[in-house]
């Protein structure tokens, strides 16, 4: 397998990290992980997909990615904002998002934001940012000023050996086997006195400021112009009934496939997602 190309973007006040594959005059294509992973989410997908220019992108806080100045925090559209400046630095006029997760939900969002610049979105395992109900914001800022005061000198976790932090990878919601948390791992981690740490920046942890509400949602996905796939895993996360049906009513050409899997199927069975991504990005130039 061909080692990816590191790559370095700078964007107003972070460097960002990410690792590339395929030629450099290919169309391009940005990939975003999810919640808590980093660009590795990739390396075994990635490498199957050919007719792109693919760059995989460590997002603020996560994996080789610089963390916030002091005082920040993640806003969801704040990170948005961050990958569409990522696409300026890199200099593309047009390009594909193809997202796992939250980075499914960051790749919609950006592509209702620059429908005349997006020309392809896969999203596998997330359609859309999360969501809430308007009466709830008191309730979510109040708990993201508490979790400022209260965890900003929590010491981070340290693991007494890469092998542990696999361990406690695999057990975690993720549920991801020994050989897909050690890809994770080789990025995400950092010795550190007695061990080994996450390089992640705790405050992503914290709770968000605000959640957009599901009118908001569906705003920016109706107004993706671009092919859309969605790549569903049998046995991932569930989306609510109601919700699933007016979002994917919002985008009237959705193609979906459904593969064998969990929420991490792209890394634990790649060619499972490769084999629909590939058709789709075939037919669709």
Request: proline letters at 6%.
């Amino acid at each position: 397998m061909t080692a990816p190309e590191e790559l370095e973007i700078v964007v107003p006040g972070l460097r960002l990290a990410a690792r590339a594959w395929g030629p450099a005059d290919a169309p391009p294509m940005l990939c975003l992980h999810g919640w808590l992973d980093n660009a590795a989410s990739f390396d075994r997908l990635l490498p199957l997909l050919s007719g792109r220019r693919f760059v995989a992108l460590d997002l603020p806080g996560h994996g080789l990615s610089e963390h916030r100045g002091p005082g920040a925090t993640y806003g969801f559209l704040d990170t948005v904002a961050d990958v569409a400046m990522a696409v300026h630095a890199l200099g593309w006029a047009r390009y594909g998002l193809l997202g796992h997760s939250l980075g499914a939900g960051v790749a919609a969002t950006l592509a209702g934001t620059q429908p005349d610049r997006v020309d392809a979105l896969v999203c596998i395992e997330g359609l859309g940012p999360m969501s809430e109900a308007a009466e709830h914001a008191p309730e979510r800022f109040a708990k993201s000023i508490a979790d400022q005061i209260d965890k900003a000198d929590r010491k981070p976790v340290v693991h007494a050996s890469v092998d542990d932090a696999v361990a406690r990878l695999g057990a975690s919601f993720a549920r991801l086997s020994p050989a897909a948390a050690r890809i994770l791992c080789a990025r995400g981690l950092v010795a550190t006195a007695g061990g080994v740490t996450w390089r992640t920046d705790p405050r992503l942890r914290w709770a968000s400021r605000a959640r957009l509400v599901e009118a908001q949602v569906l705003a920016f996905l109706a107004a993706i112009r671009c092919p859309a796939l969605l790549v569903r895993a049998s046995d991932g996360l569930p989306l609510a009934t109601t919700e699933l049906k007016a979002r994917l009513a919002a985008i009237s050409h959705w193609r979906i496939a459904d593969v064998e899997g969990g929420h991490h199927v792209h890394l634990e069975s790649p060619e499972r997602v490769a084999e629909p991504i590939a058709r789709f990005l075939a037919e669709t130039g």
